[in-house]
């Protein structure tokens, strides 16, 4: 079995920051991408960033320029900086691995999701 752990998320004002971790463990051969998802109240879950094993990034148009993904392949970690935070990013932040496990087989993984609020 595979677990993701997330932590960060919290309540900040608003042009405030954020840092999110989101660590996998368990059975895993490799993980290919990794990346964040948030849902608002009464809205889909979109995409916020996503990142490869090899370092490449997407990010959704609303974040970009504010918004930072990384990982340490070493650590199966994955984190989102969110800088300059806006009401707008209000939501449950998830974060999801595409994990290859030992004995093969490729599936994605969510966390259990965190809070981020951004309200003065």
């Known amino acids: 079995q595979v677990q993701l752990v997330e932590s960060g998320g919290g309540l900040v004002q608003p042009g405030g920051s954020l840092r999110l971790s989101c660590a996998a463990s368990?059975?895993?051969?490799?993980?290919?991408?990794m990346g964040w998802y948030r849902q608002a109240p009464g809205k889909q879950r979109e995409l916020v960033a996503a990142?490869?094993?090899?370092?490449?990034?997407n990010y959704a148009d609303s974040v970009k320029g504010r918004f930072t993904i990384s990982r340490d392949n070493a650590k199966n970690t994955v984190y989102l900086q969110m800088n300059s935070l806006k009401p707008e990013d209000t939501a449950v932040y998830y974060c999801?691995?595409?994990?290859?496990?030992?004995?093969?087989?490729?599936?994605?993984?969510w966390g259990q999701g965190t809070q981020v609020t951004v309200s003065s």
């Open positions: 999801n691995a595409a994990v290859v496990r030992y004995g093969g087989g490729r599936y994605d993984y």
């Open positions: 368990g059975s895993i051969f490799s993980i290919n991408a």
């Open positions: 990142i490869t094993s090899g370092g490449s990034t």
